[in-house]
């Protein structure tokens, strides 16, 4: 029984590592064939598809009326990108004895990530499954993404190299359809745990959905650390959560199913929505410092932001 509940999960995990990648990759390619800027490319492709199973799991569980299952990889899935993708890339480059810095221009974007965060948490402790909640934070993230556009910031580029692929619209359709496999595998795993393990729609979307979906940010974050590029880490993880909390949490209430707040309760995410909110301003006032000054990697941090998950373990359980 237990091989059978957590096959799915592990096929679609391992799918997903492949088809976020690709997807990235080839959205990129054909961003750039439709002449976008970098800049453009950057701050919403990327960004999007470093959250596209979190969205793509979110729908998934919204067919189910998992509704606190959703909660739970939204704010599962920020936590982890903030405590294990960055304490890890903390960890790896504190180890190596690297110093860090950010440029200056990242500031505005770390506003903007608190805010979001701060807005995400009003709507969960009101009602994160209306109509309304999802018009002011779709418009939350429209305004976001003008901003980006507008003031044109780099801190969200990756290193886009010129590309000669062929069949780029082919193979975009066909990361997207290997994605949306992906994430159906996963949610349909989770969905097996709840009913066979009893183990409760909180603690399975904050783990199973909010690991699983984090797994490929984790893989990457370790890669770019080694490779000494921190700032990419860094500026992908705002744009990441700031699209977690204004786009993926929007999606319940656009599916207009009531049925989703059936086990809702708020007393059950104050905790989590607290350490979240905690891990954020620490991730913030750290990377702001780094703006003024060089500093070497802080390896008794790092060590805080891997624990601070696990810790949040057993608040969710």
Same mark, same amino acid.
């Given at each position: ?8 999960? !592990? ?10 990648? &690709? ?9 750039? /064939? ?9 701050? +919403?492709?990327?960004? =999007? ?37 960055? @304490? !890890?890339?903390?960890?790896? %480059? ?27 948490? *009003? ?23 003008? =901003?980006?556009? &507008?003031?044109?910031?780099? /801190? ?10 062929? *069949? ?17 595998? %996963? +949610? ?9 393990? /009893? ?38 993880? %705002? ?5 977690? @909390?204004?786009?993926?949490?929007? %999606? ?15 007393? /059950? ?13 620490? =991730? ?17 941090? @790092? ?11 057993? =608040?969710?359980?």
């Amino acid at each position: 029984m237990i091989l059978t509940t957590l096959l799915p999960i !592990t096929l679609g995990i391992a799918l997903i590592w492949i088809s976020a990648e &690709k997807l990235e990759r080839y959205s990129v390619i054909a961003a750039k /064939d439709f002449g976008m800027s970098p800049f453009f490319i950057g701050s +919403t492709i990327i960004a =999007f598809g470093t959250s596209a199973p979190e969205m793509l799991t979110t729908f998934f569980a919204g067919l189910e009326n998992k509704g606190s299952m959703i909660i739970g990889n939204v704010i599962g899935s920020n936590v982890a990108n903030l405590s294990l993708v960055f @304490g !890890t890339t903390l960890f790896i %480059i504190a180890l190596r004895k690297q110093t860090i810095l950010q440029n200056i221009s990242i500031i505005p974007n770390l506003v903007i990530l608190l805010a979001a965060t701060l807005l995400m948490w *009003f709507f969960i402790a009101t009602n994160p499954f209306s109509l309304r909640t999802s018009a002011v934070l779709l418009l939350a993230l429209i305004a976001v993404i003008t =901003f980006w556009y &507008k003031t044109n910031s780099t /801190d969200f580029q990756e290193n886009l190299e010129e590309s000669s692929e062929r *069949f780029v619209a082919l193979k975009l359709i066909g990361s997207l359809s290997l994605l949306i496999f992906s994430a159906w595998l %996963i +949610t349909k795993g989770a969905t097996n745990i709840l009913n066979k393990l /009893d183990l409760g729609e909180l603690f399975v979307g904050y783990t199973v959905l909010a690991i699983g979906t984090s797994l490929p940010e984790i893989a990457a974050a370790s890669s770019l650390a080694i490779k000494g590029r921190y700032e990419t880490v860094a500026g992908t993880l %705002i744009g990441s959560n700031i699209f977690n @909390g204004l786009c993926v949490l929007a %999606i319940p209430g656009l599916m207009n199913r009531p049925e989703m707040s059936m086990s809702w309760n708020y007393a /059950d995410w104050s905790s989590l929505l607290l350490i979240l909110l905690s891990i954020t301003v620490v =991730f913030t006032v750290y990377i702001y410092q780094l703006t003024k000054e060089p500093k070497k990697a802080n390896l008794v941090l @790092g060590i805080m932001f891997l624990s601070t998950y696990f810790i949040s373990l057993g =608040f969710a359980y």
